[in-house]
């Protein structure tokens, strides 16, 4: 049997404190107002129901949301997000070199201040003598150049065995700091002035696929605009398990954490590892780095999707959502 003490009695019989209030702002209706065009808020202070005693379970907690490769207005696709303690992994994610592929429709024929096809027209050209042959060999030109960019900024000695094995493997990416670089590139559609080319590359922006599709009229002797830049890959994320807006909920984004959780172990370890490696001689650090890369580069492929929308999330892990938004 237990006893309460009169000063336990006295606590237990004191009334609840009041509970707090919140700054609430509420959209005027009706009356004089009705028939303007301005918007008239009333401010109002409301109880927070979340210290009312009849509610029970945890209070709301803040959680920390992470952007990773971020995508400018003008384009949709992949866009992954960490939440939480997956903002750790999100770090590793964006500092290491895994590539993203885009897809970027052209449109032959004008030109414009900033080569979108909604810019200010500046030039306009024929494109009748544009041929899918002439396109492609533009494309390979400029792939090539490319690939001696990669070779230069790799800073490994193309004269040992490892830089040969991982040039085989195609391991070679840029160290530090480096220029946008293309990693592959080809036509995947051609009906002039229409065209598309898919596009695989690291330390890109946006603004520099776009400016790409105005260089390729150049060479083509012609002129072109970006009509769209959509990311489908963003490492291991690739956009077929992206999140449309439409399921943007708790359960399908607590399902996307869990989906995803092995692969953004992984890239917790191979982040880990890159950092405790520490400074290396020139024939270990490159086997080290091969070893590294090829761990991120053979995650399991994991995906995020646009088109309107936003994609995955992770507990303990990176999150990965992905942002569409609708053409211009």
């Known amino acids: 049997m237990h006893f309460l003490s009169p000063c336990s009695e006295a606590l237990n019989s004191c009334p609840p404190p009041a509970p707090q209030l919140a700054l609430q702002f509420q959209l005027l209706s009706g009356g004089e107002n ?27 907690h803040k959680v920390h949301v992470g952007v990773g490769h971020r995508l400018d207005a003008f384009s949709s696709g992949v866009l992954v997000l960490g939440v939480g303690k997956g903002n750790g992994v999100l770090e590793h994610l964006c500092k290491s070199h895994v590539t ?30 544009v041929t899918l042959d002439k396109l492609e060999r533009v494309l390979a030109m400029i792939q090539g150049a490319n690939q001696k960019a990669l070779i230069t900024y790799s800073q490994v000695d193309l004269h040992t065995q490892e830089a040969y094995e991982l040039a085989v493997r195609g391991l070679l990416y840029p160290h530090g700091k480096s220029p946008p670089i293309l990693t592959g590139l080809r036509c995947i559609h051609f009906n002039p002035p229409n065209f598309t080319l898919e596009v695989q590359c690291v330390n890109e922006t946006q ?20 009509s769209g830049v959509r990311r489908t890959r963003d490492g291991p994320f690739k956009v077929e398990n ?32 890159r950092q405790t490696a520490g400074p290396l001689n020139s024939s270990t650090q490159v086997q080290e780095q091969t070893r590294s890369q090829t761990e991120q580069i053979n995650l399991e492929h994991v995906e995020l999707s646009s088109s309107t929308s936003d994609t995955v999330v992770d507990r303990e892990t990176p999150v990965t959502l992905s942002e569409g938004r609708t053409k211009q």
């Open 34 to 60: 009705c028939s303007s065009k301005d918007v008239v808020l009333s401010p109002s202070m409301v109880p927070t129901l979340a210290d009312h005693p009849l509610v029970t379970g945890p209070q709301f």
């Open 100 to 129: 993203r592929d885009y897809t970027l429709e052209g449109e032959f024929g004008k030109a414009t201040d900033n080569f979108t096809h909604t810019g200010r027209v500046i030039e306009k050209t024929t494109y009748d003598h």
């Open 207 to 226: 603004k520099y696929l776009r400016k790409l599709i105005h260089e390729v009229g150049l060479e083509l002797r012609t002129s072109a605009v970006c």
């Open 242 to 273: 992206a999140l449309t807006r439409q399921h943007w909920t708790a359960d399908s984004i607590m399902q996307a954490i869990a989906h995803f959780s092995k692969t953004t172990r992984k890239i917790r370890k191979s982040g880990m590892y």
